[in-house]
Each structure stands twice: as C-alpha cells, then as structure tokens.
C-alpha cells in the first residue's frame, strides 16, 4: 500500500515538474509571487539589483527571466530523475512481483525476504531465500570445504574438540552461504543447541547435516539440538524453511498466500525506504541548486559593494574638488568617477536619466538606492537635500564629508591589516607547534 501511495506520488511529481520546467514566461509571470516561488524571485530581484546597473523595468525582466531559467533547470532535473526512477522500480516489479522472489546466484549468500503473516502485518518473519541447487560432482567438492570450515569454525577458542573447556561455536552455512549446515547432538544433556557446554567429562557424539535442498552429506561432528516446543511464529518459520527448501529448483520461489490460518506477503519496506531516501535526496540537491546560484548572486554583490567602498574616498575628494571650482553637480560627479567601472556606470547611468527629464534630486536618491552603502546614500541625500533648499553650504558640507570619508577609509584599512595579521597567526602557530615538537619528542624519549 505505501510503495503504491508512493508510486502515485512519483507519477503526479512528473508532470508537475515538467510543467514547471516547460511553461511559458507568459504563465510564469501569472504565479511568479506566489509562495515560495515569490520568495526565491524576490531574492534574486534583490541580489541582481546590487550586484548589476538596471533600470526597474530591466531589473523586472532580468530577474524573472534568471528565476525561470533556474526553476526550469531544477523542474527538468527533478523530472527526468523521477522517469528513471519509476521505470526502474516498474522494470523490478515485473520481474518480481508480488510473493515472488528472485534467488541469489549460486555462490551468493542466502537473501533474507521478510514475511508478513496479516493484512496490517501484525508479525513479521525473516525467511532466508538459498541460491539453487548444484550438481552432485560441485556439491561433493563444496561440501568438502563446509566441512573443514565447520570443523574449524565449531572448536572456536578450545584447544582441540577433544578438550572441550568453552562453549562451541556452530554455524548454520558455509563460508560462502551456499550449503545449509544442521547440527544434532546424541547428548543435548551436555551440549545445547547453541554449541553452549552443560556437562562434563561426558562423551558426546555429534552429528553434522550438509545440504543444498538435493543433495545431503552426513559427517560425525558436535551439532546442536532444537526444542520440540514451538509457538506459532517458530512452527510457521520452520514451514516456511521446509517450503523454501522443497522449492529451489527454481529462479524464484512464491511464498505461499496462506500457511497455517496466516495470510502471507512479502514486504517491501525496503523499497519504500530507497524511494524516501531518493526523494530526500532530490530535494536536497534542488535546494542546494538554488542555494549555489543565489550565493553566485550575493557573492557578486559584495564584490561590487567592496568596490565601490574603496572609491568612496578619491569620489568624494574629487567631486569636494571640482565643486569648489565652480563646476556644476552633474558635470563634476560625471569627472570625479572616470578611472572607476563600477562607479563611473552607476554616474553615466544617473546623468542619462537627467538628461531624459527626471530631476536631479530624484535621479541622486534613486542612485544612492541602487548602490545600497550608507556611505553613498548620506552623501547622495546631502546633495539632494542642497539642491533642492540651495547650495550656500554644500562645499562646506562637501569638505566635511571628505573628512569623514578620509576616517573611513583608515578605518578600512586598519580592519584590513587586522584580518591580514589574525591569518599570518596559523603559520606562526603551526611553527610553535613543531618547535615544542623537536624540543619535547626527544625529551620524552629520552626519560622512556
């Protein structure tokens, strides 16, 4: 029942993600601020706007056209995952389908098939499913080596089989899990059916049973015993064990629907675990997609803030400079930011605006707007201001902010210097390490 809720999950996620890898920019821009989607478009409005020169009309169409291209990249991805995925398990379920279980290869160890014995699965068995069966000449020279290897395996940490002390050890395979192993004691008195050692100078004769389901070796070696009261779940086992056993002829083995009153069904849980883990994955790797490209975006904004941080001081002394030569506000910030790619676009881009008829003071605060830095919003608001009530004061207005601008620019750089020696301390203290290393090794060795 989960596998199938899953799979009807997985079959709606198909369309949904193609869609939301195919639609028009014309449908996108329908849902494009709604929910999540709004959210990650709203980011990348933000991250764009301080890291590129738009207009907001071009900011618009540039962002959405960025949050297209990324939700169609994550759509595709996650649909053509979910294709694979579900051709895959429907591939695994024809050929094996419900109660049917593919047997392992000859020389793999059994697969263990879990049973439940309910429609709600209120118990659950754990079957071991063998490899198929061998011929008598393969099975002769198999069963040499199951011999040896139980032989070795049972005298465990005791001197010798003849000098029993500890409890033995026996298995229930071979080395390679391909014969069954069964254990009978003549005397379950003395050794119990897990090999553990109730007795004492007592000789007790071991039977060991070697077996591929056609074929059985009898050799005389210490072997357990198994109760003869069962509860339900152990008789139901040991039914399943015998069926599993009369049945290896096969590829596959059916477990029967019904067995002693029990309804029985593989389950596979396991199955369903993979298909949540693969999910799980998905969307980490869709998350961690996003995450990359709005980091990409922030990354180039901080570049481009720290840019135009350290211009902010030959800007303001400049623009200070040829204000006081007499020139106007728009010519002298056009002269004070050549030599600066960053800057000298953010002022040709407010100087076309001007030109095209908006106001000088709407065009300053709305630049200030674009650049984001508290630097360039209080000088920018300093000048609209003037502008707008008269510029008696600017100049001194303007030589006052190059001090400050002057400040900063120390400031800046002292915190510089500060990071640059916080990182010179690893060397030196990866030095101080090594040094102490060649003064207390040979102490210390010296004093063993």
Known sequence: MIIGILRILAIGLIPASLLLAIMSRKNFSKYKSVGIFGRIVLRVRRLLAGG???????????????AYKLFRTVGFTVGIVNILFLLLSWNLSQRQSDNVVQRPLSGDPPI?????????????????????????????????????????????????????????TLITSDESGTLSLKWHSDRPDVIGSTGKIYGTDEDVIMELTISDGVHERVEKIPVRTVSDTKDDSERLMALLKEYEKQNRTGESVRIPEEMEGYKLRVSRESSVKKQIILYSVLAAMAGAYIYHKLNELKERKGKRQDTLRREFYSFTSRLSLLMGAGINVKEAMRLASEGSKELAGEVRFTVNRIDAGLSEEKAYLEMSGRIAIPEYTRLMTMISQNINHGNSKLLMLMDQEVKNAMNMKREHMRKKGETASEKLLIPTALLLVIVIGVIMIPALKTAM
């Open 52 to 66: 590129n020169l738009y207009s907001e009309t071009e900011l618009d169409r540039v962002a959405d056209e960025y």
């Open 112 to 168: 263990e098939v879990d049973i439940s014995t309910g429609d709600q699965g209120e118990s659950n068995l754990l079957l071991e499913v063998y490899p198929r069966e061998y011929t008598e000449d393969e099975f002769g020279a198999l069963s040499d080596k199951a011999f040896e290897y139980a032989r070795a395996a049972m005298q465990g940490e005791n001197e010798s089989l003849y000098k029993v002390t500890k409890d033995l």
